[in-house]
């Protein structure tokens, strides 16, 4: 089975596009979903980040708003 030729590969990336990538990559986007959502392919994305100084690299938070549970905080409560 052949792969599909992303609609968007050897096209010019406009500045809408590099906006997108920016927003994104500041959102903790994974590259494969950014690669998705810009119908580019996950290699031209991460040359074109490359090139323009964006890092693609997760950041060390979670993409959601947890709560660390007193027992991982060592404040657990004995009586």
């Known amino acids: 089975m052949e792969k599909k030729t992303p609609q968007n590969q050897g096209k010019i ?3 809408a ?4 990538l920016q927003k ?3 959102g ?4 494969g979903l950014i690669a998705h959502k810009l ?4 290699a031209s994305i991460t040359s074109k980040a490359s090139q323009q ?5 997760p950041t060390n938070q979670s993409p959601y708003d947890r709560k660390v549970s007193d027992a991982k905080k060592g404040n657990s409560k004995k009586k």
Not at 17 to 20: G, I, M, R, T
Not at 28 to 31: A, E
Not at 53 to 57: A, G, M, P
Request: aromatic letters at 4%; glycine letters at 0%; charged letters at 20%.
């Open 13 to 15: 990336w406009t500045p």
């Open 17 to 20: 596009d590099l906006e997108k």
């Open 24 to 26: 994104l990559a500041d």
């Open 28 to 31: 903790n986007t994974p590259t």
């Open 39 to 42: 119908q580019r392919s996950n």
């Open 53 to 57: 100084s964006i890092s693609l690299q």
